[in-house]
Protein backbone atom coordinates (compact mmCIF):
# COMPACT_ATOMS: atom_id res chain seq x y z
CA UNK A 1 0.00 0.00 0.00
CA UNK A 2 1.33 3.47 -1.03
CA UNK A 3 0.49 5.08 1.95
CA UNK A 4 2.53 3.03 4.32
CA UNK A 5 5.22 2.78 2.28
CA UNK A 6 4.84 6.70 2.33
CA UNK A 7 5.03 6.83 6.29
CA UNK A 8 6.78 3.75 7.33
CA UNK A 9 9.50 3.25 4.56
CA UNK A 10 11.40 6.58 5.01
CA UNK A 11 11.90 5.63 8.75
CA UNK A 12 15.65 5.36 9.27
CA UNK A 13 15.89 3.12 12.74
CA UNK A 14 13.22 1.07 11.22
CA UNK A 15 14.14 -2.80 13.15
CA UNK A 16 16.46 -5.33 11.73
CA UNK A 17 16.68 -8.99 12.79
CA UNK A 18 19.95 -10.00 14.34
CA UNK A 19 22.48 -12.11 12.68
CA UNK A 20 22.09 -15.28 14.54
CA UNK A 21 18.99 -15.78 12.85
CA UNK A 22 19.54 -15.39 9.87
CA UNK A 23 21.77 -17.56 9.86
CA UNK A 24 19.89 -20.16 11.51
CA UNK A 25 17.78 -19.50 9.10
CA UNK A 26 19.97 -20.14 6.47
CA UNK A 27 20.29 -23.89 8.36
CA UNK A 28 17.22 -24.46 7.83
CA UNK A 29 17.28 -24.06 4.59
CA UNK A 30 20.63 -26.48 3.69
CA UNK A 31 18.96 -29.53 5.89
CA UNK A 32 21.74 -28.81 8.15
CA UNK A 33 21.60 -31.68 11.06
CA UNK A 34 25.17 -31.52 12.26
CA UNK A 35 23.97 -30.37 15.95
CA UNK A 36 27.53 -29.08 16.80
CA UNK A 37 27.16 -26.65 14.17
CA UNK A 38 23.80 -25.66 15.14
CA UNK A 39 24.24 -25.21 18.88
CA UNK A 40 27.42 -23.39 18.26
CA UNK A 41 25.52 -20.67 15.95
CA UNK A 42 22.91 -20.36 18.19
CA UNK A 43 24.74 -20.21 20.88
CA UNK A 44 26.51 -17.59 19.87
CA UNK A 45 23.53 -15.28 21.66
CA UNK A 46 23.75 -16.43 25.19
CA UNK A 47 20.87 -14.08 26.21
CA UNK A 48 18.15 -15.65 23.44
CA UNK A 49 19.71 -19.23 24.05
CA UNK A 50 18.44 -18.71 28.25
CA UNK A 51 15.54 -17.47 27.14
CA UNK A 52 14.70 -20.10 24.45
CA UNK A 53 15.39 -22.66 26.99
CA UNK A 54 12.94 -21.34 29.66
CA UNK A 55 10.33 -20.96 26.79
CA UNK A 56 10.73 -24.10 25.88
CA UNK A 57 10.56 -25.80 29.74
CA UNK A 58 7.30 -23.05 29.97
CA UNK A 59 3.65 -24.75 30.07
CA UNK A 60 2.96 -24.18 26.23
CA UNK A 61 5.53 -27.31 25.07
CA UNK A 62 4.22 -29.22 28.21
CA UNK A 63 7.48 -31.27 28.01
CA UNK A 64 7.78 -33.99 31.00
CA UNK A 65 11.44 -33.53 31.02
CA UNK A 66 13.44 -30.69 31.81
CA UNK A 67 15.64 -29.21 28.78
CA UNK A 68 18.75 -27.91 29.96
CA UNK A 69 20.51 -27.73 26.56
CA UNK A 70 20.08 -25.92 23.27
CA UNK A 71 21.04 -29.21 21.86
CA UNK A 72 18.26 -30.77 23.24
CA UNK A 73 15.63 -28.40 22.39
CA UNK A 74 16.64 -28.71 18.59
CA UNK A 75 16.43 -32.46 19.52
CA UNK A 76 12.93 -32.35 21.32
CA UNK A 77 11.11 -29.38 19.33
CA UNK A 78 12.95 -29.00 16.59
CA UNK A 79 15.08 -26.63 14.26
CA UNK A 80 12.27 -24.78 12.79
CA UNK A 81 10.29 -24.55 16.27
CA UNK A 82 13.41 -22.88 17.83
CA UNK A 83 13.63 -20.62 15.00
CA UNK A 84 10.20 -19.96 15.66
CA UNK A 85 11.16 -18.97 18.93
CA UNK A 86 14.05 -17.26 18.48
CA UNK A 87 11.95 -15.39 16.25
CA UNK A 88 9.49 -14.29 18.22
CA UNK A 89 11.15 -13.47 21.41
CA UNK A 90 13.58 -11.40 19.14
CA UNK A 91 10.60 -9.50 17.35
CA UNK A 92 9.05 -8.62 21.06
CA UNK A 93 11.87 -7.34 22.22
CA UNK A 94 12.74 -4.76 19.45
CA UNK A 95 9.83 -2.96 20.35
CA UNK A 96 10.34 -3.51 23.99
CA UNK A 97 12.37 0.22 24.44
CA UNK A 98 9.10 1.85 22.11
CA UNK A 99 8.04 5.02 24.09
CA UNK A 100 4.49 4.32 24.21
CA UNK A 101 2.11 6.42 26.48
CA UNK A 102 -1.36 4.69 25.05
CA UNK A 103 -1.18 0.80 26.47
CA UNK A 104 0.73 -0.96 28.76
CA UNK A 105 3.16 -2.43 27.11
CA UNK A 106 3.12 -5.33 29.45
CA UNK A 107 -0.55 -5.80 29.31
CA UNK A 108 0.40 -5.96 25.32
CA UNK A 109 2.98 -8.34 26.54
CA UNK A 110 0.54 -10.17 28.50
CA UNK A 111 -2.07 -10.13 25.39
CA UNK A 112 0.85 -11.66 22.83
CA UNK A 113 1.60 -14.60 25.16
CA UNK A 114 -2.11 -15.51 26.51
CA UNK A 115 -2.83 -15.06 22.82
CA UNK A 116 0.08 -17.55 21.78
CA UNK A 117 -0.78 -20.11 24.39
CA UNK A 118 -4.46 -20.15 23.47
CA UNK A 119 -3.78 -20.55 19.59
CA UNK A 120 -2.07 -23.31 20.45
CA UNK A 121 -4.55 -24.76 22.93
CA UNK A 122 -7.15 -24.06 19.80
CA UNK A 123 -4.62 -25.55 17.16
CA UNK A 124 -5.03 -29.03 19.04
CA UNK A 125 -8.42 -28.68 19.80
CA UNK A 126 -9.07 -28.55 15.72
CA UNK A 127 -6.31 -30.65 15.25
CA UNK A 128 -4.67 -28.54 13.70
CA UNK A 129 -1.13 -29.87 12.11
CA UNK A 130 1.44 -27.22 13.56
CA UNK A 131 0.52 -26.05 17.15
CA UNK A 132 3.68 -24.43 17.98
CA UNK A 133 3.48 -21.91 15.04
CA UNK A 134 0.02 -20.97 16.19
CA UNK A 135 1.85 -19.88 19.05
CA UNK A 136 4.17 -18.01 17.91
CA UNK A 137 1.61 -16.54 15.64
CA UNK A 138 -0.30 -15.36 18.52
CA UNK A 139 2.63 -14.00 19.96
CA UNK A 140 3.47 -11.89 16.85
CA UNK A 141 -0.15 -10.94 15.76
CA UNK A 142 -0.13 -7.50 16.99
CA UNK A 143 3.19 -6.72 16.41
CA UNK A 144 2.01 -3.58 14.28
CA UNK A 145 0.61 -1.51 17.25
CA UNK A 146 4.53 -1.46 18.16
CA UNK A 147 4.99 -0.18 14.97
CA UNK A 148 2.71 1.98 15.06
CA UNK A 149 2.89 3.54 18.59
CA UNK A 150 7.11 3.48 18.05
CA UNK A 151 7.23 5.18 14.01
CA UNK A 152 3.56 6.66 13.82
CA UNK A 153 3.73 7.82 17.30
CA UNK A 154 1.40 11.37 17.24
CA UNK A 155 -0.74 9.61 14.13
CA UNK A 156 -1.45 6.83 16.56
CA UNK A 157 -2.06 8.70 19.87
CA UNK A 158 -4.63 10.72 17.50
CA UNK A 159 -5.78 7.19 16.68
CA UNK A 160 -6.37 6.37 20.45
CA UNK A 161 -8.62 9.63 21.00
CA UNK A 162 -10.38 9.33 17.92
CA UNK A 163 -11.61 5.61 19.73
CA UNK A 164 -12.13 7.16 22.87
CA UNK A 165 -14.17 10.46 21.78
CA UNK A 166 -16.00 8.35 19.48
CA UNK A 167 -16.59 5.51 20.76
CA UNK A 168 -14.96 2.93 18.52
CA UNK A 169 -12.68 0.38 18.04
CA UNK A 170 -9.07 1.12 18.08
CA UNK A 171 -8.85 -0.89 15.01
CA UNK A 172 -11.43 1.73 12.93
CA UNK A 173 -9.73 4.57 14.17
CA UNK A 174 -6.63 3.51 13.31
CA UNK A 175 -7.88 3.10 9.50
CA UNK A 176 -9.81 6.78 9.75
CA UNK A 177 -6.98 8.55 11.32
CA UNK A 178 -3.67 7.03 10.26
CA UNK A 179 -5.07 5.47 6.90
CA UNK A 180 -4.22 1.92 7.36
CA UNK A 181 -4.45 -0.37 10.78
CA UNK A 182 -1.53 -2.01 13.05
CA UNK A 183 -2.64 -5.72 10.91
CA UNK A 184 -1.36 -4.22 7.66
CA UNK A 185 1.60 -2.02 9.62
CA UNK A 186 2.67 -4.85 11.48
CA UNK A 187 2.60 -7.16 8.01
CA UNK A 188 4.08 -4.50 6.14
CA UNK A 189 7.49 -4.61 8.56
CA UNK A 190 7.28 -8.27 9.04
CA UNK A 191 8.09 -8.90 5.21
CA UNK A 192 10.50 -6.41 5.35
CA UNK A 193 12.34 -8.40 8.14
CA UNK A 194 11.65 -11.75 5.90
CA UNK A 195 9.55 -13.22 8.45
CA UNK A 196 8.09 -16.47 7.11
CA UNK A 197 4.78 -16.07 4.93
CA UNK A 198 2.38 -18.01 7.37
CA UNK A 199 3.25 -15.11 10.24
CA UNK A 200 3.11 -12.03 7.72
CA UNK A 201 -0.27 -13.92 6.91
CA UNK A 202 -1.37 -14.24 10.54
CA UNK A 203 -0.71 -10.48 11.28
CA UNK A 204 -2.26 -8.82 8.19
CA UNK A 205 -5.43 -10.42 8.14
CA UNK A 206 -5.81 -11.35 11.65
CA UNK A 207 -9.21 -8.95 12.29
CA UNK A 208 -9.85 -9.39 8.29
CA UNK A 209 -10.02 -13.38 7.49
CA UNK A 210 -12.60 -13.24 5.44
CA UNK A 211 -10.78 -11.15 2.96
CA UNK A 212 -7.37 -13.51 2.93
CA UNK A 213 -6.58 -13.89 -0.94
CA UNK A 214 -6.23 -16.77 -3.07
CA UNK A 215 -2.28 -16.85 -2.88
CA UNK A 216 -2.24 -16.53 1.00
CA UNK A 217 -5.26 -19.38 1.08
CA UNK A 218 -3.11 -21.90 2.40
CA UNK A 219 -2.49 -19.88 5.88
CA UNK A 220 -6.39 -19.54 6.37
CA UNK A 221 -6.27 -22.07 9.44
CA UNK A 222 -3.60 -20.47 11.17
CA UNK A 223 -5.38 -16.95 10.73
CA UNK A 224 -8.60 -18.37 12.02
CA UNK A 225 -7.11 -19.93 14.74
CA UNK A 226 -5.10 -16.91 15.69
CA UNK A 227 -7.90 -14.49 15.20
CA UNK A 228 -10.09 -16.65 17.24
CA UNK A 229 -7.73 -16.76 20.20
CA UNK A 230 -7.28 -12.83 19.67
CA UNK A 231 -11.27 -12.41 19.81
CA UNK A 232 -11.43 -14.89 23.02
CA UNK A 233 -8.22 -13.11 24.91
CA UNK A 234 -9.53 -9.71 23.92
CA UNK A 235 -12.96 -10.01 24.94
CA UNK A 236 -12.11 -11.91 27.99
CA UNK A 237 -9.03 -9.59 29.30
CA UNK A 238 -5.99 -12.13 28.90
CA UNK A 239 -4.15 -8.43 28.61
CA UNK A 240 -4.54 -5.53 26.74
CA UNK A 241 -3.85 -4.51 23.15
CA UNK A 242 -5.13 -0.69 23.52
CA UNK A 243 -8.31 -2.52 22.10
CA UNK A 244 -11.24 -0.45 23.80
CA UNK A 245 -14.43 -2.24 21.49
CA UNK A 246 -13.72 -5.25 20.08
CA UNK A 247 -15.60 -5.80 16.46
CA UNK A 248 -16.91 -9.09 16.93
CA UNK A 249 -18.65 -9.33 13.52
CA UNK A 250 -15.84 -11.65 11.75
CA UNK A 251 -17.42 -15.55 11.28
CA UNK A 252 -14.30 -17.39 13.68
CA UNK A 253 -14.12 -20.87 15.36
CA UNK A 254 -16.88 -21.46 17.51
CA UNK A 255 -15.18 -22.69 20.92
CA UNK A 256 -18.69 -23.82 22.26
CA UNK A 257 -19.28 -26.21 19.64
CA UNK A 258 -15.79 -27.82 20.66
CA UNK A 259 -17.35 -28.21 24.02
CA UNK A 260 -15.08 -25.33 25.53
CA UNK A 261 -16.30 -22.52 27.75
CA UNK A 262 -14.47 -19.53 26.48
CA UNK A 263 -14.31 -17.95 29.90
CA UNK A 264 -12.88 -21.12 31.52
CA UNK A 265 -10.20 -21.47 28.89
CA UNK A 266 -9.24 -17.34 29.48
CA UNK A 267 -9.06 -18.17 32.81
CA UNK A 268 -6.66 -21.44 32.25
CA UNK A 269 -4.13 -19.15 29.85
CA UNK A 270 -4.07 -16.03 32.38
CA UNK A 271 -2.98 -18.36 35.00
CA UNK A 272 -0.36 -20.26 32.74
CA UNK A 273 0.92 -16.72 31.99
CA UNK A 274 1.21 -15.92 35.34
CA UNK A 275 3.02 -19.22 36.21
CA UNK A 276 5.29 -18.28 33.30
CA UNK A 277 6.19 -14.75 34.83
CA UNK A 278 6.98 -16.14 38.00
CA UNK A 279 9.18 -18.73 36.95
CA UNK A 280 11.05 -16.39 34.31
CA UNK A 281 11.42 -13.82 37.50
CA UNK A 282 12.36 -16.50 39.79
FE1 LIG B 1 -4.94 -6.88 16.33
FE1 LIG C 1 -4.71 -8.77 19.58
Redesign the pocket.
Known sequence: MEIIERDLGNVKDLPTLPMVLRQVSALIETNETDMKKIADVIMTDTALTVRIIRLVNSAFYGLRNRVMSITQAVVIVGLRAVYNLMLGLTVIKLFKNGKSTHFDPNLLWRHSFGCGLLSQKVAHLVNYSFPDECFIGGLL??M??LVLDQYLHDKFAKACAHAIAHNCSL?ASERTVIGFD??EAGAWLAERLNIPDSFVATIRY??TVACIPQQSIQYADIVRIIATA?RICTMEGVGN?G?IHYDDSEKLLDLKQLGVDQKQIAAVVNAEVDSAIAKWNS
Open positions: HDGRLHAHHNSE
